[in-house]
């Protein structure tokens, strides 16, 4: 099962998270890779840390987001994801 | 408050830009600027906005769904606890509505430790129910501020073509304006549409402003400027309201003449009004003209 929030536009991310038993994965795109994946990747971990994320796949699409807007959208697709009875 | 410029509650660019444009406060819309597969991102996006400072709970405001969609009730859920304190209730028609959702306030309140009746209510009157139930409504909640109105549901409910002719709307802006007064609180009118059209938004908030209206719901940042001139006392008007109340502090009570007519109660709260609107409340305990230190 799969669940998504938000677009792949301008200052949006579109993030995409599958449930499954396999530990966590995070795969990420962005146009500013070099300069802010690690920062972005770290707030994508601690979100889902916050909400108990331990198994699954998360595919992130960044389009130069804020945080708050990346956190948004992980906290969306999670809770979307788990109404719909998702494991994760 | 002038100016409520309203925001799609789904649109990261527009959240962050909104707060930049100097509009008095912001309305961000989980309702019809939302579409029904979004609601649910909507509703985070704006949670996480207030929550990380992105807009100021002084000074913004969200539109909730409506009381006849059942999702207002997690609106409300994921909105307080990020910090959100003004509610815009939309398609507000009678005090057990109001009842409802100030109950559901209550819970979420105290489920998260906020003291209680923090949380705040703009009531929105757009059907012919909430515009004749204006004065029903009135008092149903300590936490209600204001009253908007929204002209779009009123005009398709009651068969009214919103053109751009003021005169349809005289009635339900009389209304609400003066149920508003009645319980003291704000009033602010609804949106103009013709964004090719800059006269007739003056033209509209002017109407508005001469029926008793505060301030004016936006839909674009073009508008403000517009909308905060034409609700702002003007030079003459504040020079007025002065002299009005200077004359006022040395007649000792009863009524006196300045300005070519009577001065009573009526004259001088509505001087006093004008000065609180211009921000000018330090002109309210000034000594007459002359007696200033």
Redesign the interface.
């Known amino acids: 099962m799969e669940r998504q929030a938000g677009q792949a536009v301008k200052q949006d991310t579109l993030v995409r998270i599958s449930d499954g038993d396999a530990p966590l994965t995070i795969e990420l795109e962005s146009p500013v890779l070099g300069l802010f994946g690690r920062a972005i990747r770290r707030a994508a971990e601690e979100e889902l840390a916050r909400l108990g994320v331990r198994t699954g796949r998360v595919r992130i699409e960044d389009c130069q987001a804020l945080d708050f807007v990346l956190r948004a959208r992980i906290r969306a697709a999670v809770k979307a994801l788990r109404e719909e009875g998702g494991r994760i | 408050m002038r100016s409520w410029l309203y925001c799609p509650g789904n649109s990261?660019?527009m959240i962050?830009s909104a707060p930049l444009y100097g509009a008095d406060g912001l309305v961000l819309d989980l309702e019809d600027s939302v579409a029904d597969d979004r609601k649910?991102?909507a509703?985070?996006?704006v949670?996480?906005?207030f929550?990380?400072g992105?807009v100021s709970a002084e000074s913004a405001a969200v539109r909730i769904n409506g009381p006849d969609t059942g999702l207002w009730v997690k609106d409300l859920e994921e909105l307080i606890p990020a910090g959100v304190r003004m509610i815009r209730v939309p398609k507000t028609e009678d005090p057990e509505g109001i009842r409802e959702i100030c109950a559901a306030l209550g819970r979420i309140e105290r489920e998260n430790g906020i003291e209680a009746e923090t949380v705040t209510l703009q009531c929105i009157l757009e059907t012919p129910l909430g515009v004749e139930n204006a004065f029903a409504l009135g008092g149903s909640s300590p936490r209600i501020r204001s009253y908007s109105f929204g002209a779009e549901d009123y005009c398709a409910a009651v068969g009214i073509s919103r053109g751009r002719e003021l005169f349809p709307l005289d009635y339900p802006r009389s209304r609400i304006a003066s149920a508003a007064a009645s319980f003291g609180y704000g009033a602010c009118d609804t949106v103009w549409g013709f964004l090719d059209d800059p006269e007739g938004l003056a033209a509209d908030a002017r109407r508005a402003a001469q029926l008793g209206f505060e301030g004016k719901s936006l839909i674009h940042p073009d508008q403000i400027e517009t909308v905060n001139r034409i609700f702002s006392p003007s030079g003459e008007e504040l020079s007025k309201a002065r002299r009005i109340l200077d004359a006022a502090a040395v007649m000792n009570g009863g009524a006196a003449a300045a300005e070519g007519r009577m001065i009573d109660r009526p004259v001088i709260l509505r001087a006093e009004k004008v000065l609180r609107a211009a921000g000018r409340t330090d002109l309210l305990k000034k000594k007459p003209l002359g007696q200033d230190p």
Do not use: F, S, V, Y
Request: no cysteine.
């Open positions: 990261p660019k962050i649910g991102e509703r985070q996006l949670a996480q906005a929550a990380e992105i």
